[in-house]
């Protein structure tokens, strides 16, 4: 099944799970809106976003410190 941003960004609700350390860059980009990644193309407004500790734990410390 193929799904193209047009019908994603219909989605009542758009979930995002992001798992692994080597996710976190990844993870970065996606909260900053980064479109220059596919993920970025889809709306905002409606999505949740779940990571495990690995993806977000480098993160969350930069969130703590301000950055």
Request: charged share 30%; glycine share 8%.
């Amino acid at each position: 099944m193929t799904l193209t941003y047009p019908t994603i960004n219909r989605a009542r609700r758009i979930l995002w799970v992001v798992t692994g350390s080597e996710k976190v860059e990844m993870l970065r980009r996606l909260r900053e809106g980064d479109v220059s990644i596919p993920a970025g193309r889809v709306h905002r407004e409606q999505a949740l976003l779940l990571a495990d500790r690995a993806a977000a734990e480098q993160l969350a410390a930069e969130f703590k410190q301000g950055g």
